[in-house]
Every structure is written in structure tokens, then in C-alpha cells.
């Protein structure tokens, strides 16, 4: 099995930061993309950014210039720094990872428990 472990959530005022982390563990070969997710209450989740093992990203468009993907491949860890926070951020955030298994060598997306971010205004 595989597990992701979000931190890093919490309260902030409007225009300040936040450093979100997700680590997997477990049974792991390798990891090909990961993200990060959100979903504020009474809507559905939406991407915010995901990253691939190249580095190449992509971002939703209401996060573009603000946040920041990044991954430590070698500790199965992905970031998200957010910067410049608004009250519309405001949301429960997900991490998660598209992992090769080493027993049957295929893929399955894991998803971390989630992390609340409440930007206040």
C-alpha cells in the first residue's frame, strides 16, 4: 500500500503565504506524476498545479503566478508554496501521486487525506 501525508495547511490573512508538502510512502517503484488538488465547500475539486517527473508543470489559471509545484523525487515529496493568498483560495487541499508499483509494475493514483487552507480577508 501506498500512503500521502499532507502538512502545512492553515490560517492566513489575505495576501500572505503558505507552504503546503505531501511525502508517499510505502510500496513504491517509482512515482510519475504528481499534484495538487482542491476543493472548497459546496463545489467540486479542482487542479490547482501537478508536475511530472521532467519538472514540467502546469497550473489552473487562477493560480498562475502565485503558487509553485515543486518535487524532491528522491523523497517523494511535492510542494506547494503559495504565495500572494486570497479569501477565494480558501479551500481543503489534496495531494496526489501516480505510482508504479514494484510487485505488479503498474499504475495507481493515490490521493493524501487533505489539508485546510483558510485565507481570511
Known amino acids: 500500500q501506498v500512503q500521502l501525508v499532507e502538512s502545512g495547511g492553515g490560517l492566513v490573512q489575505a495576501g500572505g503565504s503558505l507552504r503546503l508538502s505531501c511525502a508517499a510512502s510505502g510500496s513504491i517503484f517509482s512515482i510519475n506524476a504528481m499534484g495538487w488538488y482542491r476543493q472548497a465547500p459546496g463545489k467540486q475539486r479542482e487542479l490547482v498545479a501537478t508536475?511530472?517527473?521532467?519538472?514540467?508543470?502546469n497550473y489552473a489559471d487562477s493560480v498562475k503566478g502565485r503558487f509553485t509545484i515543486s518535487r524532491d523525487s528522491a523523497k517523494n515529496t511535492v510542494i506547494l508554496q503559495m504565495n500572494s493568498l486570497k479569501p477565494e483560495d480558501t479551500a481543503v487541499y489534496y495531494c496526489?501521486?501516480?505510482?508504479?508499483?514494484?510487485?505488479?509494475?503498474?499504475?495507481?493514483?493515490?490521493w493524501g487525506q487533505g489539508t485546510q487552507v483558510t485565507v481570511s480577508s
Open positions: 496526489n501521486a501516480d505510482v508504479i508499483s514494484p510487485i505488479l509494475g503498474k499504475e495507481d493514483r493515490y
Open positions: 508536475i511530472t517527473t521532467g519538472g514540467s508543470t
